[in-house]
């Protein structure tokens, strides 16, 4: 019997939503329409801080606005903070993680601080700290909560996930519903160094509580942007630590702005909202997105 597909569409509801979160929306609702599978709506709201009811608000009417229905009730991250703290507990028991006391600015002027794919990578001060120093600050000092990298990747067996590419889910595989034979690829989540798993400021972060609410949600096909490659190495390994099912992941290329720059929801691109207020159809963008001709100075970043 094929596959029931589940994918999803995972916004943080942190500004108004822009005509590439529209494309890669479509993206997953129209693979999950034509296998017949199920498409989901989560909500991202655990930073406290950036997080508004208005852009909740804001994502719900744009999706309503394009015609983009999901199945089942929406998710919000805020309400499942009890499960990521079940998971964290549980990698502590392993010995994974560690609490860490060290700022932003502490990391930065570290002159050590190596990079990684996403910048400087935490230089482990932390990890070094002896138990009865963690025990004198643990209760005073506000902390992070890091994964070892090392000793995570040492307990797991270099650890898989099956890729396809964006042109394996056009064309014929959404006439059909048939997906071409997945790639596998292995995770190397090394270079992302220490990771955050629970911030200062919230009790979670974007890598568990994507991770863990993908395998809660039954989500089996993970389309998202090529700019979070990177986190898929790291999600990979939660999933093997945690023995959890992994999705196949399809990351699909960003769209640029006409200054070249990727559509960023903090550099005033042009959100779904103001084309709304311009006039513009949505029948008709959303035909266009279909088929990857993208509004007015809007391009398709090179894969
Ligand atoms: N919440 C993330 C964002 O808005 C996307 C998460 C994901 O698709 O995994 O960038």
New binding site residues.
């Given amino acids: 019997m094929p596959q029931h597909i589940v994918t999803r569409f995972?916004?943080?509801p942190t500004g108004r939503l822009h005509v590439g979160h529209a494309w890669s929306a479509l993206l997953a609702h129209d693979l999950a329409r034509a296998t017949g599978g199920a498409f989901r709506l989560r909500v991202?709201d655990i930073d406290g801080a950036r997080s508004r009811p208005e852009h909740v608000a804001g994502i719900i009417e744009d999706l309503n606005w394009l015609g983009i229905d999901w199945d089942g009730e929406v998710v919000f991250q805020s309400q499942r903070l009890a499960s990521y703290d079940v998971a964290l507990a549980h990698l502590r028991d392993m010995d994974l993680l560690y609490p860490c006391f060290c700022s932003r600015a502490d990391i930065a002027a570290s002159a050590t601080a190596p990079h990684g794919p996403e910048g400087p990578l935490y230089p482990g001060t932390c990890r070094a700290l002896p138990q009865a120093e963690r025990d004198r600050r643990i209760d005073g000092e506000a902390h992070a909560w890091r994964l070892d990298m090392a000793k995570a990747v040492a307990r797991t067996c270099d650890p898989e996930w099956s890729a396809l590419a964006l042109p394996d889910i056009a064309g014929d595989t959404l006439e059909y519903g048939i997906l071409p034979r997945a790639m596998r690829r292995r995770a190397t989540p090394l270079a992302a160094g220490d990771v955050v798993l629970a911030r200062k400021d919230a009790p979670t972060s974007?890598h568990l509580s994507?991770t863990l609410d993908d395998a809660a949600m039954g989500v089996t096909h993970?389309l998202?942007?090529s700019d979070?490659f990177a986190?898929t190495h790291i999600h990979r390994l939660l999933q093997a630590l945690l023995d959890l099912p992994s999705p196949l992941y399809v990351h699909h290329p960003l769209l640029l702005g006409p200054d070249g720059r990727r559509l960023a929801k903090r550099s005033g691109s042009i959100a779904l909202a103001d084309l709304r207020a311009q006039g513009m159809n949505p029948a008709r963008l959303v035909a266009n997105l279909r088929a990857r001709v993208f509004p007015v100075g809007i391009s398709l970043a090179s894969a």
Avoid: I, M
């Fill in positions: 995972a916004p943080s991202e974007y994507c993970v998202r942007g979070l986190a």
